[in-house]
């Protein structure tokens, strides 16, 4: 299962109250499955299956958004911003498998130059635009 992650530019109307949009469950929050979803954020279940959520949210001048899901063998997480007035947007995507393996994805509407090395002992990666 893939999570897609985008703030690409876009104007968001503030709400005096939040509604909820969709609510349904089948079962116990341990197990069975059902979704929430309201005001840019949602969860959903599926018991012994997987687990997710999402959070989309911004200004005039960000767009922010978020998804996380998991499952029996990996947890995928990916965020993505919006730098509005620039119109420029960057996407990352982490996946941590069961086995140890991790792969990690950035993209960005503008060039980028990514350096890897090492902090505290740890393997790390630097991207940044040119």
């Known amino acids: 299962m893939q999570v897609l992650a985008s703030a690409t530019p876009h104007q968001h109307r503030r709400a005096d109250g939040v509604a909820i949009t ?11 499955q059902g ?12 018991a012994d299956a997987s687990y ?4 989309q949210a911004g200004s005039s001048d960000f ?3 978020g998804g996380f899901n998991i499952t029996p063998e990996a947890i995928t ?3 993505g911003i919006g730098l ?3 119109n ?9 498998a069961k086995n140890g393996s991790v792969e990690m994805v950035f993209e960005s509407s503008s060039p980028i130059v990514c350096l890897p090395g090492t902090k505290d002992g740890l393997s790390i990666v630097s991207c940044k635009t040119v």
Do not use: E, P, Y
């Open 63 to 65: 767009g922010l958004g």
């Open 77 to 79: 997480i990916g965020a």
């Open 52 to 55: 997710g959520g999402g959070l």
């Open 88 to 96: 420029v947007s960057a996407n990352i995507q982490f996946v941590g």
């Open 35 to 46: 979704n929430v979803a309201a005001a840019g954020c949602g969860i959903n279940w599926q």
């Open 84 to 86: 509005n007035t620039a």
């Open 22 to 32: 969709s609510l349904d469950k089948n079962g116990t929050s341990t197990s069975g």
